[in-house]
Structure formats: structure tokens, C-alpha cells
């Protein structure tokens, strides 16, 4: 059933070519990121969806991941704001990073299986998109670690992501 949506969603995006904004959110633990594998596509992914007319982003992020997956987030840091042009749309996603969060069992019908990948071992699966963000979250943790290790000899060092 929820192939079916998924292929009239698509084929609505053929005709209206939808200008769409989303969130996603990076659960971090133990070097380890949680994906999900959707019922409908068969790839792994960064959990997220659509935002609500009223909603905030921050407000969007805590709701989907709490719905989806049963976490509860503690804290929460923006990552960036990345844009996608293909499947007849204008998809743009508001992208936050967490390492504080508390996840309880929770069975969603749009996703088969949710895991934790070590951030070095990710499947080959995983959707483009989201490996260019946890390749990008893992050369800035690397470079970080470089600048505390400067920081400790006296250089100094500067992140552009602030503290996340």
C-alpha cells in the first residue's frame, strides 16, 4: 500500500513540481549513526520528513523523530540547509545533528527497520544525499580533533559549524 502512495506522490510531482521543505536529524551515539529503511523505498536513510504549516524547524525535527523512530532529543544543533533538484521538484531540508537523545520502541508503518551503522561502516544502501552528510560530519569531527590536538600545542583553531 504504501508503494502505491509513494508512485502517486510521484507521479503528482510530474505535474505540480512541488517546492518542498523538510528536516532531517542525525542521531549520533558511540561513533554510530541510527538509519532507517523505509517500507516504500528500498534504501537506507537519515530520518526526517516534511515540515507543517505552523511549524517550526526545530519543532518539525523533534516531531518526526519522535514519531518515526521513538526518540526523544535532549539536545539539538543545525548541521546546514542542503537543496535537491530531481523527481520533478524543488526539494530543500534543514539538516540537525544530535548526540543527546533517548530512543524508546516504537513500530512506525513507513519504516521496516531502524539500526545504528558505525559512521565507518555505512551501507551500501544508504541514500547519496545522506552519505555526503555523514562524510561531511566525520571529516569535520576528524579536523576538530586535529584543532583540539593544535589547541593543545598553542595554534589556534576555528570550526565553522560551531559547537556541534
Known amino acids: 500500500m504504501m508503494r502505491l502512495i509513494y508512485l502517486a506522490y510521484q507521479i503528482y510531482c510530474f505535474f505540480i513540481r512541488p517546492v518542498t521543505l523538510g528536516v532531517r536529524v542525525v542521531l549520533i551515539r558511540d561513533n554510530q549513526v541510527l538509519l532507517v529503511r523505509q517500507t516504500y523505498v528500498p534504501s537506507w536513510f537519515v530520518r526526517g520528513g516534511g515540515v507543517k ?95 583540539a590536538l593544535n589547541l593543545s600545542r598553542g595554534a589556534a583553531g576555528f570550526s565553522p559549524f560551531g559547537d556541534w
Open 53 to 147: 504549516r505552523g511549524e517550526t524547524l526545530e519543532g518539525a525535527a523533534r516531531r518526526e523523530i519522535r514519531e518515526e523512530v521513538g526518540a526523544e532529543i535532549r539536545s539539538l544543533s543545525l548541521m546546514g540547509a542542503y537543496s535537491h533538484f530531481s523527481d520533478w521538484k524543488s526539494d530543500h531540508n534543514i539538516v540537525f545533528i544530535s548526540h543527546d537523545f533517548t530512543i524508546h520502541a516504537k513500530k512506525d508503518r513507513e519504516i521496516a527497520e531502524a539500526r545504528f551503522f558505525p559512521l565507518d561502516n555505512l551501507p551500501k544502501t544508504l541514500y547519496s544525499g545522506h552519505r555526503r552528510r555523514l562524510e561531511e560530519y566525520r571529516a569535520e569531527v576528524k579536523r576538530s580533533q586535529g584543532d
